[in-house]
Every structure is written in C-alpha cells, then in structure tokens.
C-alpha cells in the first residue's frame, strides 16, 4: 500500500517592483489588444483609409501623439524595475492617475460598448493594482 504524501507549495512573496513591472506589462498587452481588435469594427478599417481616426485626421502629430500614449506604459515596466524605490513609487502613482482619464476617454465614440467597455473596465482594474502596490510599497524596519 503506498502512502500518498502531501506538500504544501513553496508560496514566496513576490517583490513589489515585479508586481508592478508585470501589471503594466499586462497593461500595455491590453491596450494593445484592444486597439488592434477595434480594427475588426466595421467601418474602422474605412476610416483609417480615409485619414481618420475617431474625431481626429491620421497625421504625424496624431501618430507620435499614440506612440507616445503607447510608450508611457512599455517605459513604466523599466521605470518600475530600475528607479530607486521612492521615485519608482511616486512615478507609479503619478503616471497610473494620468492614465485613468486616458483610459476613459476612450469610450468616445465606440459602436463596441460591451467590447471597449471590458477592455476598459480591464485596463483600469490594472491602473488601480498599480496604485495599490505603489501605495502600499513596504517600508523599512
């Protein structure tokens, strides 16, 4: 008869500046995502075509204007991972507020409530762990 043996699973806590590093990693995919789906929109793909996007004309200024919306995030995952821990943290916070109204703007003008509307809701339970971990960064003994 063998003896079956149970063990409990070595749970390590894991540092806060990788908390942080993967949930804008997991930020940045979303936000990704969700733009590279929206062009399965009918109508968007015409658009773009057409030089537009939403309200705004495709121009250089609109697309550094995204990249640079799209850096922030792919910035922070290095920010968050090799900044002295109180300019990582306040970084953390300051750029995790910026980018709420950034995220909410973005129901504007979507035909896909339910479809921007998950990603969005996503996107700002992400922010909102960021801010959690930073704010709750632990101290010193």
């Given at each position: 008869?063998?003896t079956?043996?149970t063990?409990?699973?070595?749970?390590?806590?894991?540092?806060?500046?990788?908390?942080?590093?993967?949930?804008?990693?997991?930020?940045?995919?979303?936000?990704?995502?969700?733009?590279?789906?929206?062009?399965?929109?009918?109508?968007?793909?015409?658009?773009?075509?057409?030089?537009?996007?939403?309200?705004?004309?495709?121009?250089?200024?609109?697309?550094?204007?995204?990249?640079?919306?799209?850096?922030?995030?792919?910035?922070?995952?290095?920010l968050?991972?090799?900044?002295?821990?109180?300019?990582?943290r306040?970084?953390?916070?300051?750029?995790?507020a910026?980018?709420?109204?950034?995220?909410?703007?973005?129901?504007?003008?979507?035909?896909?409530l339910?479809?921007?509307?998950?990603?969005?809701?996503?996107?700002?339970?992400?922010?909102?762990?960021?801010?959690?971990?930073?704010?709750?960064?632990p101290?010193?003994?």
């Amino acid at each position: 008869m063998s003896t079956r043996r149970t063990t409990t699973l070595d749970d390590q806590p894991i540092p806060v500046r990788i908390k942080l590093a993967a949930t804008w990693t997991s930020f940045m995919f979303l936000y990704a995502y969700v733009d590279i789906l929206g062009f399965f929109t009918p109508g968007i793909v015409e658009d773009i075509l057409d030089g537009r996007v939403f309200e705004f004309d495709l121009s250089q200024t609109f697309s550094t204007t995204a990249l640079t919306l799209m850096a922030v995030p792919i910035l922070m995952i290095v920010l968050s991972t090799t900044l002295p821990a109180r300019p990582a943290r306040i970084t953390n916070l300051v750029v995790a507020a910026l980018y709420v109204p950034v995220t909410v703007f973005n129901i504007l003008g979507a035909s896909w409530l339910i479809f921007y509307g998950l990603g969005i809701v996503l996107e700002l339970i992400l922010l909102a762990l960021v801010v959690r971990y930073a704010w709750t960064w632990p101290r010193e003994a």
